[in-house]
């Protein structure tokens, strides 16, 4: 049966002012000014080109160099892997004590939670999923590589069991009673919790407790100072998230950003108005929740039922079927969220044409997030210690190792959603990519040149592995609403 959102009806002609594209002119200033507050002149976006938006370079790039770091829009880390990484809610980038990060990936595993997978270092992963391109540390030779050793058998595909440690080993790392050698070297910044009490963010200052409080965890917190009406509902709408598709939670956050954006840009604009309040609210209601949502309203989209590639496992002849339980399943999370966080005001935005289309934007446009693990670094230098501090050291660290088994360092893995990297269009022999330096420690997107590129030139990176063969990347491609109309492609086919 057709899912029918009442909204989508009633709230038709904001819909389509929401969903409409804003000027060409209003879409450049926007990007212009993103670019400057990214101190990245050197980059223009450009409206024009065969794929509709692009990135192009200002200047000339050398090969290897930096092209942009990007910061996220929108970002989740997976819910799972918050079991194994503790990371700011913010900003991506781990915190607490390297004992912390040790004792709860120990803790978790002992209960059976742990999600770790294989080999899963930042080193051996090229981490990608089905949102969009990776942005990789797969040690290409132009930056800081990350070593696999075989002898800590992360590489060799041979699996060492586990060696278990007593609990109250495990309790007392936790709690800063154990002190591993040189751990110092690898401390992150002190855990800050969430001033709403959640206890489900966790940041690594106040400045990304405050940004992201006023950014979208005031409506999205289920701590009691919470303020979205109903923390149960907003419970439900995260458990159902959790259990199905993580990008919902992502689209959460867009929801919330953009009523918070409202009702900050309302507050100021009555404070500076002197006439009748009820009356000017009527006329600049609207214009007022289009500049809240313009952030999103410059992102390529489409409907997600729309837009999904079929997986392999779904017959052609099922298609119509296995895009109306999408739609449904949209649905279904959007009433929990609606139940949770509804302004009537911003009604438009909890109807499923936007919800769809926000969710879209996502599958189009995201960049899989991957943090490393300062645990990494931490086996990594005691491995590289001389003699005979490297066996004094081993002694201590060893058992943790042993306890912690194969995927001793797994990265903070989540999708995120980039304003200007997302602008940058896909070729299958492109000329930049996204690459995790060795400092690159939080989750911002970051752009490296792969070749020289001269002034004027589009900036492109590959969504997928270009390796593959031209039909393996056509199918892959098809996730992203389009064929690779290339010259690779077109003369491999
Ligand atoms: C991440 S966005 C890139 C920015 C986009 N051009 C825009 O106008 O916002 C991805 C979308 O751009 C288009 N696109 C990117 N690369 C393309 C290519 N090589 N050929 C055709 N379309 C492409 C597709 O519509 C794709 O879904």
């Known amino acids: 049966m057709e899912v029918v959102c009442p909204i989508d009806e009633k709230r038709a002609p904001e819909i389509s002012a929401l969903l409409r594209p804003p000027p060409p002119r209003e879409i450049q200033d926007y990007f212009d000014r993103l670019l400057a507050s990214r101190e990245c002149c050197r980059l223009k976006v450009k409206q024009d080109g065969e794929h509709g938006k692009g990135v192009y370079a200002d200047v000339e790039f050398k090969e290897g160099e930096l092209l942009l770091r990007d910061q996220m829009l929108f970002g989740c880390q997976h819910p799972l892997n918050k079991i194994d990484c503790l990371v700011c809610s913010f900003c991506f980038r781990f915190i607490g004590t390297l004992e912390l990060q040790i004792g709860r990936r120990l803790f978790f595993q002992d209960l059976g939670l742990s999600s770790s997978h294989g080999c899963d270092t930042g080193a051996c992963s090229d981490v990608s999923n089905d949102h969009g391109a990776s942005d990789s540390s797969d040690g290409d030779d132009i930056m800081d590589e990350r070593s696999c050793d075989d002898s800590r058998g992360c590489a060799s595909g041979s699996k060492r069991a586990k060696v278990p440690l007593p609990k109250e080993i495990v309790e007392s790392l936790m709690n800063g009673e154990i002190v591993l050698p040189y751990s110092d070297k690898f401390s992150a910044p002190p855990v800050v919790p969430c001033a709403g009490g959640c206890q489900e963010a966790y940041y690594c200052s106040k400045a990304c407790a405050d940004a992201d409080w006023n950014s979208f965890h005031s409506l999205l917190c289920t701590g009691e100072k919470s303020e979205a009406f109903s923390a149960k509902a907003l419970l439900q709408f995260m458990q159902h998230a959790n259990e199905t598709n993580d990008i919902f939670i992502l689209a959460a956050k867009a929801i919330a950003y953009t009523i918070l954006r409202y009702r900050k840009s309302k507050a100021n604009f009555l404070t500076s108005c002197k006439e009748d309040a009820a009356r000017v609210m009527d006329k600049f209601h609207m214009p007022l929740l289009l500049e809240a949502w313009k952030p999103i309203s410059v992102g390529h989209k489409r409907r997600w039922w729309e837009c999904i590639a079929l997986p392999e496992d779904v017959d052609p002849s099922d298609e119509a079927g296995f895009r109306m339980e999408i739609k449904e399943l949209a649905f279904k999370s959007l009433q929990l969220l609606k139940a ?54 081993k002694k201590v660290s060893q058992p943790y190792l042993d306890a912690l088994g194969d995927e001793y360092a797994v990265s903070c893995e989540g999708t995120a959603f980039f304003p200007l990297q997302s602008c940058m269009n896909h070729s299958c022999h492109p000329n930049a990519k996204a690459f995790k330096r060795e400092k690159d420690r939080d989750g911002q997107a970051t ?34 609403g389009f064929t690779c109309k290339c010259s690779k492609c077109q003369q491999e086919s």
Do not use: W
Request: charged residues 30%; negative net charge.
């Open 447 to 480: 752009i490296v040149a792969l070749k020289p590129i001269p002034k004027g030139e589009e900036v492109t990176i590959s969504y997928i592995d270009e390796d593959l063969p031209v039909e393996g990347r056509q199918v892959l491609l098809a996730d992203y």
């Open 340 to 393: 949770a966080i509804f302004d009537k005001e911003c009604e438009p935005l909890f109807s499923l044409d936007i919800y769809g289309h926000i969710i879209g934007m996502f599958e189009l446009n995201n960049l899989d997030l991957v943090v490393a693990s300062p645990v990494e670094d931490y086996f990594l230098y005691i491995d590289d210690l001389p003699s005979p501090e490297k066996e004094e050291a």
